[in-house]
């Protein structure tokens, strides 16, 4: 059972645009939700992370919405760029072990 | 210059073979984690261990060993139990294994079958 579903699986995006990533949980202890880019070859890095207190957290271009009571969390690209052509993981957190969303491709059109 | 070393790069295990897959950190972290990633489905936990000597399994330890003598290490062992072993494994650390923190990931090993 996927506690994380990640959606969607694939993303295209043109050059200067947002670009999207949702991602929806059900269990109400996880307490830390972070997002993780990879490229190939590549371990996950961590991009930016959220805990259930706050509802936006902003970093530069990226950006995450969250809210409690849908149990959604979403990740903002703003003004997308060739180089975020990359893997995208969400993930949720609780008692120290990780749940992954199954990843997001995006590509980003020059 | 602080991070996860994973060794090696790229593996090659034959029929009935135990492989072991290094991890290192010198990050000072006190829980490690091993995940197996394959195509379209995420991450998943194969074994992660909280503090020195202590280590529980994840959802897919089957066919999988780990050991944590040292808190800088956290070796993988892939036994010839392990049917399908053909994957890209990651090592992550986080400073605790029991609060919400984040995880740093090495560069992977890909295990393949000969």
Known sequence: QQQVKQSPQSL?????GISIINCAYENTAFDYFPWYQQFPGKGP??????RPDVSEKKEGRFTISF???AKQFSLHIMDSQPGDSATYFCAASTSGQFYFGTGTSLTVIP | DGGITQSPKY?????????TLSCEQNLNHDAMYWYRQDPGQGLRLIYYSQIVNDFQKGDIAEGYSVSREKKESFPLTVTSAQKNPTAFYLCASSISGSLGQPQHF????RLSIL
């Open chain 1, 67 to 69: 809210n409690k009571s």
């Open chain 2, 106 to 109: 090495g560069d992977g090993t």
């Open chain 1, 45 to 50: 890095a961590l991009l930016i992370a959220i």
């Open chain 2, 11 to 19: 593996l090659f295990r034959k029929e009935g073979q135990n492989v």
């Open chain 1, 12 to 16: 295209i995006v043109q050059k200067g």
